[in-house]
């Protein structure tokens, strides 16, 4: 019984490890610089047009799509502030002064 237990942590273990793997590889497969630009201008157009909420989800999706790109962190974080999420905005802030300081 001692045995089984330790072979069923040592999968879990397994297990675990190979979904964190797949989701980050899955999340690099998901990048695409266009993709991310055309998500930007998208939410470009919802925040001029005052639609803030469709804007927060266009640049999140740019986010995504390019997660060490500065300005599009920063256009989420005014987007942010424009739905009063401060918290959120000032994440989105602290990590673009990281990726561009």
Sequence with gaps: SAQLESYDK????????MELEK?????LDYQDDDKAEEAKQTGNTH???????????A???A?????????IRNNLAAALC?????????RE?????????
């Design 63 to 71: 986010v995504k799509r390019a997660p060490k790109n500065a300005t």
């Design 10 to 17: 040592a999968t879990q273990r397994l297990m675990k490890t």
């Design 23 to 27: 989701r980050q590889k899955d999340a």
């Design 47 to 57: 925040f001029r047009n005052k639609e803030y909420g469709k804007a927060v989800e």
């Design 93 to 101: 802030i602290e990590v673009a002064l990281d990726l561009d300081p």
């Design 82 to 90: 424009k739905i009063m999420d401060f918290n959120g905005a000032k």
């Design 59 to 61: 640049y999140e999706e």
